[in-house]
Structures are given as C-alpha cells and as structure tokens.
C-alpha cells in the first residue's frame, strides 16, 4: 500500500506563484511515473495537469504549458508541482497520482486563485 501525502497550495492572487508537494512512501518510487491531476465542483472528472515519468520525461495540459513546472527528487520520494502565472480558471483541488500495479492518490490539495 503505497500513501501520498500532499502539502502546498492555499489562496494567491492572479499572476502569483504556488508550489505543491507530494511524499510517496514508497522505497520503488523512482520507477513509478507521478502525474498531477485537478477537479473543479462543475467537472465530475479530474482532468491532468501534468506527468513524470520514472526517467524524467514531462508533458503538460495545453492549458498550463509554459506556467507549470513538474518535477521528482528520486532521493526524497518526492514530485512537485511548480506554478507560476496562475489564472482564476486555475482554481482546482489538486491531486497528485502514482501508477504502480494499482493507482494511487494524494489526499488533495486546494489551490484558490482570487483578488
């Protein structure tokens, strides 16, 4: 059983910058590919944001390239989630997700985007 344990996030103002954390426990996570995903009360699905792989390789959803930043520290067990610009529409719980044998989820994390 594989917990994530997301920290980061909270209220910033349009065009301001926020950093979100994930902790896996687990010693195998740097073979694992890490994604974030986010879900809004009006969208029933969550939606990626962006992915890792277990070598490095990102992508990103149209909607955040070039203002968020995805990365992993292999040493720490760590993924982050850099993002900087922030919109209103990016105003989300976010999630982050690992992919082993079975799929796992962070706790979530709310992002408010807000004059």
């Known amino acids: 059983q594989v917990q994530l344990v997301q920290s980061g996030g909270g209220l910033v103002q349009p065009g301001g910058s926020l950093r979100l954390s994930c902790e896996a426990s687990?010693?195998?996570?740097?073979?694992?590919?890490m994604y974030w995903y986010r879900q809004t009360p009006a969208k029933e699905q969550r939606e990626l944001v962006a992915?890792?792989?277990?070598?490095?390789?990102?992508r990103y959803a149209e909607f955040v390239k070039g203002r968020f930043t995805i990365a992993r520290d292999n040493a720490k067990n760590i993924v982050t989630l850099q993002m900087n610009s922030l919109e209103p529409e990016d105003t989300a719980t976010y999630y982050c997700?690992?992919?082993?044998?079975?799929?796992?989820w962070g706790q979530g994390t709310q992002v408010t985007v807000s004059p």
């Open positions: 997700q690992l992919v082993a044998r079975s799929v796992y």
């Open positions: 687990t010693r195998n996570f740097r073979f694992y590919n």
């Open positions: 992915g890792i792989t277990s070598d490095g390789n990102t």
